[in-house]
């Protein structure tokens, strides 16, 4: 009886309470004060937004220029009328994001706040009356007010330092009886514990308070069901409520199946959260939820809003963002030191991506700075209060490659496992910068190496470094090319998944048209300085060019990096730094996406999801550069991290040329690839004595009936071994190496190849560089030399205008830097031709980093002679197929 009379008496309640919340909107026209001068902003918004502050003194070379910056107090304030039934009851101020703040009712000081990452949530008592009131919130965003350290929360190379109020901002009166804060915790079986944190704003004990929680499925349908009578005491209390979902749906990457949880408390407040039903958990060195393995294909997010510079509050804002991500084949993102709004969690849950927030923390943790270890400690628990519920929060960690006190930072950890064990843990990311070492207390390893850097490269978790981070550039630059190499070597000895930290970073030349988008608050100064010193070399017209061609070096390493990654057995993921550019700290555009997520046009959205997916083919060989009177060898995998095994399917694999006639074809039928595994399917041996001519050969591996399939280039050359690469004379062509013989015949006009010594051109010349340059030239630059280390050569790749041209008739060539140039462009010394007409540019020429803007030549031809010019160094690498083709090809032109 007693249930039934509840339930009617909860059915007239629902029917009372259909009004919406008593609350008084906030945002508008404010006034805000600085330095004593007032003026009108809108709020929500920043101040810059609204046209308040001072030009900036950063260099416009270094990263966007805010059209107004400010730092420091700034005082907002508004007259409030306040209806008469809110006299003498308490008042919630909500702010969704904002700097640190104090707030101030009628004069009277309420309390201050610090989060960064949380909503600033005031309770205000007794200070409004019936009529007019003055509210006054000052916002102060001093960097030295929290100890953040280089944190992208207020990072001025990221989303700015901004100032201001944002997001959701506005009074509501509070009933009795208000709900703080629901947890939700979830198992897979359907058993859920929602605790009920509420706080009695009366001074009385309040008796058989009536509570009911209701799920509900995606549909709107209710699938369970519980009420309950509470004894509320005055205060802080809270309440468990256990309640089953039966045969629940369980949130994933494929299925982000959400439920809502709506709590109500008659006649006082109620609460409603969407939430998932997931395990997200480790097996082994590999990532599990709810028993499907899960290989991280990641992003950071570093803040990067070139609009508003701040991150979006709007829920189809970040849809848009997951939406893109999700299209090139990536499911997770890491917040590089911060933490998103509520926002940017919701929508993550509803596209199923797996996310990382962190801390604020760009800095160092020292047993004496308490200061620091308290603010971190409640900042975290802030975090995990506020978006706990959240599915997509799978994992936490204390900030960005942190230095100082391990046993400090693990203190944190503890702290936030014993307070919330709905995700993993680790105690930073990249932490301990030149040896990363993991500690048994955190869950996931995300690092860029395990250990000290070693010689031969086995600690690396990433394929690239700058040169200051690793000898010569890392594995990709350094080691010759082959489709074997992982990062097994570091990986087998974790006992933890680990992820490659901020893989990739390889530059792409600007993009100037770019510069038209830029209509808030920040500027592109940085791209209009360095388009106008291309400009003024003579090269400005070779812009696009120089885009295209360092774009497409930039995504064949990326490519590269992603396959290393799926080839290493039971490897947790990477962490790409990233797919879209970074437009600060010198200006680091690393991004096949430019700052606003959008396509640069350097790949298709199609051909780079070829290897970053769930479910990759791929070919392990030796080498990519052959003869044709040897075998080509490959090993085919399928890395399948999809959503089920694959059952009934047949792998095609078919070499061909470059027009598409098939060399070699063979099927495999797989019964089953099982999900989760990195799967050998069969080792191809193909003969390649039926390809006559030098030629670009493809490699493709697919699963027939999907839209799974991958490519590569290898090369095919004759056998040019009668010609040896030597000083000598061939049939009228000189070839030789001293520069004073050299200048004899150029003035004779005598067919020549000049191939110099590193002496007589060094002091007119940089270092040879495979890689596209990590990073940014000027930056790593400066931290080379500061270690005592050779810089980069700061290279951004080849231009090949004329792939075309006859001179490589024995080498065939696209417009960019592709695998067969990897031994020539090692072994070079590209040459400086800056006092070269203007008009001049050489046969393959070495696009220079935007910072310096040398006209570099590789190869060359003399104005109105027979003169040629390599810049490498064809004798030191003699033996390999691709150097022979190209100087028989070098020597063919000249003898016509």
Known sequence: MKNILLSIGFIGWMVSCSQPETRIDLSGEWTVRIDSVHYKVILPGSLAENNVGYEPTDSATNMLSETYGYQGAAWYEKEVMIPSSWENRP????????????????????????????????????????????????????????????????????????????????????????????????????????????????????????????????????????????????????????????????????????????????????????????????????????????????KNECGIFPLTGYASMEIDDWRRYFSTIRSYGLNHVRYHSWTPPKAAFIAADEAGVFLQPELPLWGTYRETDTVLISYMKQEGRRIIEEYGNHPSFVMFSLGNELEGDTAIMASVIRELKEADQRRLYALGTNNHYWNPQTHPLEDFFVAM????????????????????????????????????????????????????????????????????????????????????????????????????????????????????????????????????????????????????????????????????????????????????????????????????????????????????????????????????????????????????????????????????????????????????????????????????????????????LYIPMEKDIRERSVGGLFISDFWNFKVFKGVAESLGIEPSPGTLGLLVENPGHRIFNSFPTDSHTNWQWWHIVKNSRPIILDDMPADYFPIVQVIDNFDRNHKLGLIYQLPGSKALVCSSDLFACSNEPEVKALFHSLLEYLKE
Not at 539 to 559: T, V
Not at 565 to 589: K, V
Not at 731 to 743: I, M, P, S
Request: charged share 20%.
């Open 449 to 752: 190496r395990h250990g000290k850097a070693a010689p031969d490269n086995s600690t690396d978790l990433r394929g690239s470094f700058s040169f200051a981070d690793s000898d010569k550039g890392g594995i990709i630059n350094c080691l010759v090319p082959n489709a074997l190499r992982d990062f097994s070597s570091a990986n087998q000895k974790l006992g933890k998944p680990a992820i490659g930290h901020e893989t990739g970073q390889y530059q792409i030349f600007p993009n100037f048209e770019e510069t038209s988008k830029y209509t808030g608050v920040l500027r592109p100064l940085n791209f209009m300085v360095f388009k106008n010193r291309l400009e003024q070399t003579g090269m400005g017209g070779q812009a696009s060019a120089f885009l295209k061609a360092s774009g497409a070096l930039a995504a064949l390493c990326y490519k590269e990096e992603i396959e290393m990654a799926l080839r290493t057995p039971c490897f947790g993921g990477f962490q790409l730094l990233d797919l879209q550019d970074y437009p600060g700290q010198g200006t680091a555009l690393v991004g096949i996406l430019d700052a606003f997520m959008e396509s640069k046009g350097v790949i298709s959205q199609e051909k780079w999801t070829e290897s970053c997916t769930d479910v990759v083919p791929l070919a392990r060989f030796p080498k990519y550069c052959w003869n044709r009177d040897e075998v080509f060898t490959a090993e085919i995998q399928i890395a399948h991290y999809g959503q089920a095994d694959i059952t009934g399917k047949t792998v095609s694999c078919t070499l061909s040329t470059e027009s598409g006639e098939a060399v070699y074809s063979k099927d495999i039928f797989c019964p089953v690839i099982s999900q989760g595994q990195l799967h050998s399917l069969v080792t191809l041996d193909i003969p390649l004595n039926n390809i006559r001519e030098p030629g670009k050969m493809k490699l493709q591996v697919a699963l027939k009936e999907t839209d799974y399939q991958n490519l590569w280039d290898i090369w095919v050359y004759p056998d040019y071994n009668a010609t040896t690469i030597a000083e000598a004379n061939f049939n009228g062509v000189t070839v030789t190496r001293d520069k004073k013989l050299f200048e004899k015949l150029y003035k004779a006009d005598s067919p020549v």
């Open 91 to 298: 008042v919630e101020l909500y702010m969704e994001r904002t700097k640190v703040s104090e707030v101030y009712i009628n004069g009277k000081p309420v309390g201050s706040q610090n989060s960064v990452s949380t909503p600033h949530v005031y309770r205000i008592d007794s200070l409004f009356r019936a009529g007019k009131n003055q509210i006054a919130i000052k916002i102060d965003n001093t960097k030295s007010l929290l100890p953040l350290g280089g944190s992208h929360a207020y990072s001025a190379h990221t989303q700015t330092n901004w100032n201001g109020i944002l997001g959701d901002f506005y009074l509501r009166v509070l009933p009795d009886i208000s709900i703080r804060q629901l947890r939700i915790d979830t198992s897979v079986d359907g058993h859920s514990t929602v605790r009920i944190s509420l706080v009695n704003h009366t001074k009385t004990p309040l008796e058989n308070e009536e509570i009911r929680i209701t799920v509900k499925d995606e549909k709107d349908k209710i699938v369970s069901q519980k009420e309950m009578l509470l004894n509320v005491i005055p205060g802080d209390s809270e309440y468990p409520m256990e309640i089953n979902i039966p045969d629940p749906a369980l949130w994933d990457e494929y299925t982000p199946t959400l439920y809502t949880f709506q709590i109500e408390i008659r006649g006082n407040d109620s609460k409603t959260v969407r939430s998932g039903i997931r395990n997200f958990t480790t097996r082994g060195t590999q990532f599990v939820n709810n028993g499907r393995t899960v290989f991280l294909r990641g």
